[in-house]
């Protein structure tokens, strides 16, 4: 494919299908998920504990197969047909549990005293469908970003700038397609009692969003992994490497480490500059005492292999810091929805279904994202001049403390609800009182999901990206698992320490529970959480240029142009000429172009590269005026003929042709009007002074 058609290829035009299936997948993921929980105890026949472990046992699964999807996309297969393939698996899912929705035969007879009265056969069916589904859609999750992502070309300055919105449309997408769900397909499931409905339009909706994605084939940019790049192998070559030379000292300057020049091999998309974090790694990049032409990866590794390491392990801290968040997303998606469920549910003449209350937050969410996005963004750049007006940890940060605040509020808004019930159990409290919530939870997750999601993407190496942009999923899963495991041991904890010798949440009935409590051990090792989150992100080196606190200005120094964009320069003569940003570093080709273009409009300056030296004569220039040259006293060389033409700057004449200053020595020039000006050869500066 020429670089003409790649050009044409990619960009939003083409993320339109990914946002078409993130709309339709998600109207039915977000549907079960919320619903899911009463589906397992009044269909299933679970109890309340064991129903809502199911569901986060079920949700931790799917987040952590989003790896397996990550990894595959990252190694063997294009995204984009990982995608298809998984979403395959997640059809064939939904299927399998229409089926068993729609014959009552497949579902278990009640029974009474048990945690699950489901078994045999029908057991079978029921956690094969789960595992198929769970399979499908983290598949799915862990190439999805990533797909999404690569339509954007990171070397291109406003493709660039436009990967920040593409994650901000994207979580938009999901929200539209999840209030339709949330809505529409819960009324269906838990008010009418038609699951097999629900599950039927899941499944059709999910099927019909891979067939645009399909469609979408000739709009993709499409890149292709090789196994010799798999991530996995990567890294069990520096870590094999790095423990093999651990004995080994390190040489004094990192510039002794190994790496190979870019124009050397054609499998490296980018060099890595070298850290001082975890310099123990280094030592897998120790170049051997007989170093072989053509070393093996399992004897050397580069520095850019090698940071590649770092970077993943930076961002470990980062998302262990996000789990707790999760574990309180689970609560939401489970305990809350149960509360519903026993609230007064009526609006006017409506009766709202418990699972449709995250329909609060999905509105919120899909009102400020867009202003997020089209207001926020540009206001905080012109303060922070940062492309996504803050960084992504910073967004990250927002997001924790208002899930610390909403499980806060969730606990006194579970105190109003027990309250009222034990005064008249036939007079609930509203069913939104709990928007207070969802509300604020909702808001924090527009800040963290997304802020993880595009932290995870920009830093990940470009060959490691699907897997990890999954880390956002691995966190989520963590936060589920780590939910089962907190009711279990809050309950045995309580169970044993309580007078009345039951835990904290038990049985089938809320009322006489303590969910509050629950709600606010969350809230409080959230805000311990968050403490820690600090340190970590305050300790993270950003691997895309991001500006460190103590640095005067926010700019990438990694590729801006010395030339401002639009910035006009005066020749000589009053001639002017506006000079474009260079989108990347010029070669020495272009950068001799350059000075042939600024060369003086009235006076022909002669290309000291090649031509020869002159020797001390008198020229006479327009207007009879004078100009005295000295030949220089020794031949200098290329490389400080460079130097000296950098150097030389001069404020006074401006845009003076560089090919041909600095090696005149004592040279007396006499300008328009009779001025004289007399310039010597300036001293060698470092780079230091020079800056």
Known sequence: MTEVDEKNKGGFKASMFLFVLMSLENMGFVANMVSMVLYFLYVMFFNLPTSANTLTNFMGSTFLLSLVGGFISDTFISRYTTCL?????????????????????????????????????????????????????????????????????????????????????????????ASVGVTGIVYLTTEKHKWFWGFFISTVATFIGFCVLASGKPFYRLREPTAANSPI???????????????????????????????????????ISHTNQFRFLDKAAIVPKEPEATPSPWTVCTVTQVEEVKILTRMLPILGSTIIMNTSLAQLQTFSVEQGNIMDRHLGQLNVPAAS???????????????YELFFVPFARKITHHPSGITQLQRVGVGLVLSAISMAVAGIVEVKRRDQAHKNMFKPISLFWLSFQYGIFGIADMFTLVGLLEFFYKEAPIGMRSLSTSFTWLSLSFGYFLSTVFVNIINSITKRVGSSGKGWIHGLDLNQSNLNLFYWFLAILSCLNFINYLYWASWYKYKTGEPDPDEAEAKDLRNGPLVAEGENTTLDGGVSQTHEAPSSVQT?????????ELDHPEAEAKDLSTGPLVKEEENTLDGGLTQTQEAPSSVQTEESKQQLIKELDHPEAEAKDLSSGPLVKGEENTLDGGLTQTQEAPSVQTEESKQ
């Open 85 to 177: 393939i998984f979403g395959f698996v997640e059809v064939l899912g939904l299927a399998l549990i229409t089926i068993q929705a729609y014959y009552k035969d497949l579902q278990p007879a009640f029974c009474f005293g048990k945690p699950s009265c489901i078994h045999g056969g029908k057991a079978v069916m029921f956690y094969t469908s789960l595992g198929l589904l769970a399979l499908g859609s983290g598949g799915v999750k862990g190439a999805l970003p990533a797909l999404g992502g690569e339509q954007f070309d990171h070397k291109d300055p406003k493709e660039a700038k436009a990967l920040a919105r593409f994650f901000n449309w994207l979580l938009l997408s999901t929200t539209l397609g």
């Open 233 to 271: 192998i990567r890294i069990a070559q520096v870590i094999a490497v790095a423990f093999k030379n651990r004995r080994l000292a390190l040489p004094d300057k990192p510039d002794e480490l190994y790496e190979v020049d870019e124009d050397e091999t054609s499998c490296r998309e980018e060099s």
């Open 357 to 371: 209350i995250p329909i609060i937050p999905l509105v919120f969410m899909s009102i400020l994202i867009p202003v």
């Open 588 to 596: 020495e080709e272009s950068t001799q172009q350059l000075i042939k």
